[in-house]
C-alpha cells in the first residue's frame, strides 16, 4: 500500500461538500490532517456549523476543524441558500453538533502546516470559494512550492455557468482570490463542471446509499434528495450532480477521471462574464499551461467507489 496522502479540505458544505468530507474519512489513500471552512453556499457560523455535523456523522469527533474567511477578498459575499437551503445541508434531520472548533484561524493553520511539513507532502482540496487559500498565499507566498497539489472543484468550460452564464459559482463569489490560486505556481488539478455534471445521482445510485441501511447512507440519500430538486429543474437531467465528492475520487482513483493540461486565465473585470474559467481547451494561446482541466470520468466506477466506502463508516 503506497503511503496515504496527506490532505485539507477547504470547504463551505453544502451537500455535496458533506457527500466529499464522508468519501475522504472512508478512504485509506488519503489522510486528512484537517478541515477549513469558508463563507460560500451559506455564511461561514453555518459552513463551520455544517462541517462539525458531518465529522459527528461519522463518528470522527476526532477531526481537527478551523474556521476561515467569512467573506470574499474585495467583494460582498453571494451565497446559494437557493440550491442547498437554508442550513446549507437541508434534508437529513441530524443532530446539532456538539465537537469543538480549534482557535486558530483556518489560514494561519494552512500556512504553519505548510511550513511545518515536508516540502511538497500536502495537498490541499478546495471545496468552496478559494478565499482561504488566497489569503494563505498572500500572507506566506512562501508556502506556494510547499505545496504538493491544490485539486479543486470549481469552473467550467463547456457547461458554461451555473451561477451566472459564464460562472461557476466557486469562482464567482471570490475571483480575485481565484486569480490568486491559478497565478501562484503550484500543481493545480480542477474538477470543473464539465466533469462533475457526469457525476449523477441518479434514482438507483441513491437507491444504492440508502440501501446501505446506516446513518451516513440514509443521510447521504436524503440530501441528495433534497439538493436534487433544484438540478432536475433546472437542467432537466436525470439526478443531481455530486461536485466536491469529485475532488476525492480523483484523489483516490484517478484513473476513473481524464483531462488535459491547459492555461485557465480567471476573469475577474468584465460585468458580463466576472468569474469565468477562461479555459485554453483548443490550445489556441501561447499561454502557458497552469492546470490540470478534467473534461470526463467513468461515472459508474465513481459511483461504485462512493458506495463501497459509504459503506464502511
Known sequence: MTQARKIIIDTDPGQDDAVAILLALASPEVELLGITTVAGNVPLDLTTRNARI???LANRRDVAIYAGCERPLGRTLVTAEHVHG????????LPEPTMPIKDQHGVDYIIDTLRAAPEKSITLCPLGPLTNIATALQKAPDIAERIQEI????????????ITPTAEFNIYVDPEAAKIVFDCGAPITVLPLDVTHKALVTPPRNDAFRDLGTPVGRAVAEMTDFFERFDLEKYGSEGAPLHDPCVI?????PKLFSGRKI????ETQSDLTRG????????VTDRPANAYFIGDLDADGFFALLAERLAKL
Open 54 to 56: 458531518v465529522c459527528e
Open 249 to 253: 475520487g480523483y484523489l483516490i482513483a
Open 151 to 162: 485539486v479543486l472543484m470549481g469552473g467550467a468550460y463547456f457547461e458554461v455557468g451555473n
Open 263 to 266: 492555461n485557465v486565465e480567471i
Open 276 to 283: 469565468m474559467t477562461v479555459a485554453d481547451w483548443w490550445g
Open 86 to 93: 437554508k442550513t446549507g445541508l437541508d434534508g437529513p434531520v
